[in-house]
Nanobody, 117 residues
Framework: QVQLVESGGGLVQAGGSLRLSCAAS????????MGWYRQAPGKQRELVAA???????NYADSVKGRFTISRDNAKNMVYLQMNSLKFADTAVYYC???????????WGQGTQVTVSS
């Protein structure tokens, strides 16, 4: 059973920074995509950033230049460094792993990020 545990959310003022971490445990194959999604109240869940096991990254236009995703394959960890945070970044952030070998999708429980204006 794969489990994802996020940490690092919280309350920050606009312009500030936060770093989210996600630890994956269990049988995750090495060929996967790790990413972060977010869901604001009344809105659909959206992709924030993703990184393949080969290091290829993808970002939502709204966070390009402000957020950086990275991963540690040896530790099965994924990180999201968020700088220049805006009120619009307020949401619950979810860690996601797409296992490309067994075609499974795993989600963390979510961590709240609140940016005060």
């Amino acid at each position: 059973q794969v489990q994802l545990v996020e940490s690092g959310g919280g309350l920050v003022q606009a312009g500030g920074s936060l770093r989210l971490s996600c630890a994956a445990s269990g049988p995750v194959f090495s060929l996967n995509v790790m990413g972060w999604y977010r869901q604001a109240p009344g809105k659909q869940r959206e992709l924030v950033a993703a990184v393949t096991s080969g290091g290829i990254t993808n970002y939502a236009d709204s966070v390009k230049g402000r957020f950086t995703i990275s991963r540690d394959n040896a530790k099965n960890m994924v990180y999201l460094q968020m700088n220049s945070l805006k009120f619009a970044d307020t949401a619950v952030y979810y860690c996601n792993v797409k296992d490309l070998v067994v075609h499974s999708d795993y989600w963390g429980q979510g961590t709240q990020v609140t940016v005060s204006s």
